[in-house]
């Protein structure tokens, strides 16, 4: 098994086979689309892409944004997430190595991650030519999720064997998944230490910031401001602007997403206990606070 991980990572690598099978479908896609929108390049087309906070309604957002290229010429790009940390080694990726996979993105391409708000990364994300955007999640409903994905989901992340052969309860993982690790081999910070590095993406003008919440709330609400953030950042869309939401919508089927468990929000509530309530304002301080979920401590 060991062997058939390191040929699959390295056939996943930007230089491997199934990289450039993707890079090739990705070509085919633009053609499709240039015939379809009757276009000589998707030239000037922005990027869309979405970034997040892990287990932050990631695949929702990008359901919205796969929806695009029927709207006007957008291509799925197919390539994986350009993410900050490798999930099977907990590895933190170079800020180069992350700017080469999204110069690699095209014109009209439709990508998403998990990136930091560091400054390179951040200059180029707001730059012209992108339409990014940022979704949050409540950090409590966040903690609660990763349990569950690394637990029961993704056999092959990093702390997958800690919490299936070492912690014993949900209420041990949750724990840990609230305080971190910092004995660890690889570090694992605390919840707010796991965040603060996205922080810088809020309140930036030319990233838009969602909260999963707000999907579940008012999904035609919030997929109107997906849209109208495209088309202020130079989408053309081919469709009226209520009609391209109706398209959008039709899109969005949380159960197609592969790590979908409950898509619901304030489900901490259940499963926090009191100790957990404890460890959380521990460490997290004013997160909460700062990120609108609460007014003051008191929850």
Not at 25 to 41: C, E, V
Request: glycine content about 8%.
């Amino acid at each position: 098994m060991p062997a058939i991980e390191a040929t699959r990572r390295e056939l996943a690598r930007p230089s491997g086979l199934m990289y450039q099978a993707r890079l090739v479908r990705r070509g085919l896609r633009h053609l499709a689309q240039m015939a379809r929108y009757r276009r000589l390049s998707l030239h000037s087309v922005p990027v869309l892409f979405a970034n997040s906070f892990p287990k932050s309604g990631t695949h929702l957002l990008t359901q919205v944004l796969q929806a695009f290229p029927q709207v006007g010429p957008a291509v799925d790009s197919g390539l994986p997430a350009i993410v900050t940390y490798r999930g099977d080694t907990g590895e933190e990726r170079g800020v180069e190595e992350m700017l080469r996979e999204l110069r690699r993105l095209s014109w009209g391409d439709i990508a998403y991650g998990h990136l930091h708000a560091l400054p390179d990364i951040v200059a180029h994300l707001r730059r012209d030519g992108m339409a990014t955007y940022f979704i949050l999640r409540d950090p409590r409903d966040v903690a609660v999720s990763h349990v569950h994905y690394v637990t029961e989901m993704e056999p092959r992340h990093i702390h997958h064997r800690y919490y299936t052969q070492e912690l014993h309860s949900f209420e041990a993982r949750l724990s840990a998944s609230i305080l971190g690790r910092q004995e660890a081999e690889w570090h694992f910070p605390d919840i707010r230490s796991r965040f603060e590095p996205y922080l810088g993406w809020l309140e930036l003008p030319e990233v838009l910031t969602l909260r999963f919440e707000a999907f579940l709330q008012d999904q035609a609400g919030t997929t109107g401001l997906v849209f109208d953030h495209a088309v202020q950042r130079g989408f053309p869309s081919y469709l009226q602007r209520q009609a391209a939401i109706r398209t959008l919508l039709k899109n969005i089927r949380p159960q197609r997403s592969p790590t979908f468990r409950s898509g619901k929000a304030g489900g901490w509530q259940t499963q926090f206990t009191p100790e957990h309530k404890n460890q959380f304002k521990e460490v997290a301080g004013d997160l909460l606070i700062r990120l609108g979920y609460e007014r003051d401590n008191g929850w």
